[in-house]
């Protein structure tokens, strides 16, 4: 199975840009679709990037043009590319992964990191 830890989260300002990323261990991320969430305190988990079924990438509404999430498979590493940042973008952000089956990921992630907090200041 595969380990995952994120780094890179930390204070910055509206406007400002930060890179996430998702170490993983244990496994090679090309036989898994890799995706980044977040939580904000008193809210749900939400979906923010990710890789999904035959290699496509899907971004939630709130992120489309802002955020790009990466694969790295030669250092096994996951990026979430985060640019102008708004303060509704703090909140813990995770890695997770779901299997992959040839080009198709299975439904729902079975391995999560601890997450790595943003936060964004007005």
């Known amino acids: 199975q595969v380990q995952l830890v994120e780094s890179g989260g930390e204070s910055v300002q509206s406007g400002g840009s930060l890179t996430l990323s998702c170490a993983a261990t244990?496994?090679?991320?090309?036989?898994?679709?890799m995706g980044w969430f977040r939580q904000a305190p008193g809210k749900e988990r939400e979906g923010v990037a990710n890789f999904t079924s035959d290699d496509t990438i899907t971004y939630a509404d709130s992120v489309k043009g802002r955020f790009t999430i990466s694969q790295d498979s030669s250092n096994n590493i996951v990026h979430l590319q985060m640019n102008s940042l708004k303060p509704e973008d703090t909140a813990m952000y995770y890695c997770?992964?779901?299997?992959?089956?040839?080009?198709?990921?299975?439904?729902?992630?079975?391995?999560w990191g601890q997450g790595t907090q943003v936060t964004v200041s007005s």
């Open positions: 997770a992964a779901a299997v992959r089956v040839g080009r198709r990921c299975l439904e729902g992630y079975v391995y």
């Open positions: 244990g496994d090679t991320i090309d036989y898994y679709c």
